[in-house]
């Protein structure tokens, strides 16, 4: 057993220290903990194609100032794109004995080109490198978020279409308030993931400067073309500041917050969903496909699609949370602190994505029991404003006609009916204002169009919002 366990180790450490980017000024091999406590490669390994295609924009910009030689420069491009697209294809393992993927990328384009491929690293530090590895890496996140937050939208803009006469109460306090549509109701997510997408594209433009070229935090003395490696690189400027650039991680924070809010929203629509799918309510029925079922109950159909949403936004406002706890004491410039910026943000990235995606899913596939929510909104008073209303319009002072129709509501509770179910006599006995057109006046149809003011639930203001909402998603 113990035989053949020393002679791997020794293996092992070999292979860490020829990767080793640092070695020179040390004596002896570091401690083996120290290595695997200080090591990024198992989780930085997923940043390698922006890691290459950032060392193939900085040794194009060597050369064209004329630090490197076309040569060299071909010699090492060529390099990369091998280490590349063997990566890609499976035919190079990244290796984990490597401290980061930066070193494993450069100690295996020595191992492949020789002594050329010590020359990538001229005028640069992992410091800058890291900054830019990691600001590609999200740029690539954020527009994949972007996308996913546009077909979210373009599948609540579907139901909203199909929706706006299917009635429904509305709630506040989780009490029925007063009636409106499925339209109405979808179109508040609507605006809500609307901040959500024009909050990414904010993000996106304010983080879009090259911090490489930056050095470990005071530039370099070589005349590198900072604005060429920028534009090389899709960035619309160099950043200003080196140690800013070396220091900031501000993008990844606005990043967390807008993807914890995202997640926010996510989760009272998910916790919307679960209620609107209990078996009291019924309003809506989950999909087979987005559904769960139990292993001792035979009649159960879970939503743990909506309820994890919902549990997994907590993961999210944690990685927020810690890294502004980690960034809050580091003094400039580069600490290592910050490669605590990684696995937060890459699992929050991870989190958020399949959140969105899986929500969608489920919201496009589910079916809404247009019959019940009908019913709902016709029990539970919702139409009691608008029976005050009409007395107001018959000349009744509002706060009149507020008692008024409160003890109206104390009557039918008494008899266990709803307003419209109550007789003219009954009405008038209560206050001779009323004529047959109440019944009207307080029917869910009425309720409902006679909202009409921009952003509320009636069909004219409605098709003003949902042409609206189409016009923002037609460039997407
Ligand atoms: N793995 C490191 C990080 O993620 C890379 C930068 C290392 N720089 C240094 N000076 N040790 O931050």
């Not at 629509?269 to 987005?290: K, Q, T």
């Amino acid at each position: 057993m113990v035989t053949g366990k020393p002679a791997l180790r020794i293996n092992r450490l070999r292979g860490r220290e020829l990767m080793k980017l640092w070695g020179g000024r040390f004596t002896k091999a570091t401690n083996q903990l120290v290595d695997e406590f200080n090591a990024s490669i198992s989780f930085d390994k997923r940043f390698y194609k922006q890691d290459i295609t950032g060392s193939i924009a900085h040794v194009t910009m060597l050369a064209k100032q004329g630090i490197l030689t076309e040569e060299e420069r071909d010699c090492i491009k060529a390099g990369l794109e091998g280490i590349l697209s063997d990566i890609k294809e499976g035919k190079l393992q990244i290796d984990e004995t490597a401290e980061d993927i930066h070193s494993f990328v450069e100690a295996t384009l020595i191992e492949r080109i020789g002594d050329t491929g010590k020359k990538l690293h001229t005028g640069r530090s992992r410091n800058d490198q890291v900054a830019l590895d990691m600001k590609l890496y999200t740029r690539d996140e954020i527009s994949e978020l972007h996308g996913l937050i546009v077909e979210l939208l373009k599948t609540i803009l579907k139901i909203m279409e199909e929706n706006t006469e299917t009635y429904m109460p509305g709630f506040t306090h989780l009490q029925k308030a007063q009636p409106l549509t499925l339209a109405h109701h979808f179109g508040a997510y609507f605006e809500m993931f609307l901040r959500d997408k024009t909050r990414l594209e904010d993000i996106y433009k304010r983080m879009n400067y090259c911090p490489l070229g930056s050095g470990a935090l005071a530039g370099t003395t070589y005349p590198l073309d900072r604005e060429y490696t920028a534009e090389l690189l899709g960035f619309d400027g160099p950043t200003f500041n080196s140690m800013d650039s070396v220091a900031d991680r501000d993008y990844l924070i606005e990043l967390l917050s807008a993807m914890a809010t995202i997640m926010m929203h996510l989760s009272r629509f998910s916790e919307e969903i679960i209620i609107w799918n209990s078996n009291e309510y019924r309003f809506v029925e989950i999909d087979d496909a987005y559904s769960t079922g139990s292993s001792i109950m035979p009649q159960k159909k879970n939503p743990d699609i909506a309820e994890l949403v919902r549990g997994k936004t907590g993961r999210v406002y944690g990685a927020l949370m810690s890294l502004l706890t980690t960034m809050k004491g580091i003094p400039l410039a580069y600490n290592k602190d910050m490669q605590e910026d990684k696995e937060m943000t890459f699992d929050a990235i991870d989190t958020t994505k399949g959140c969105i995606q899986l929500f969608t899913g489920m919201i496009a596939t589910m079916r809404f029991r247009k019959d019940v929510m009908a019913k709902s909104a016709m029990n539970g008073f919702t139409n009691a404003t608008d029976a005050a209303d009409y007395l107001v319009n018959h000349g009744v002072p509002f706060r009149d006609a507020h008692g008024i129709i409160g003890q109206i509501v104390l009557y039918c509770i008494d008899k266990n009916i709803s307003i419209e179910e109550m007789s003219l006599e009954e009405l008038k006995a209560i206050s001779p204002v009323f004529e047959e057109d109440i019944y009207d006046a307080i029917s869910l149809k009425t309720c409902v169009e006679k909202r009409t003011t921009i952003g509320g639930p009636g069909p004219e203001a409605m098709k003003q919002v949902i042409a609206r909402c189409h016009k923002l998603l037609e460039e997407e």
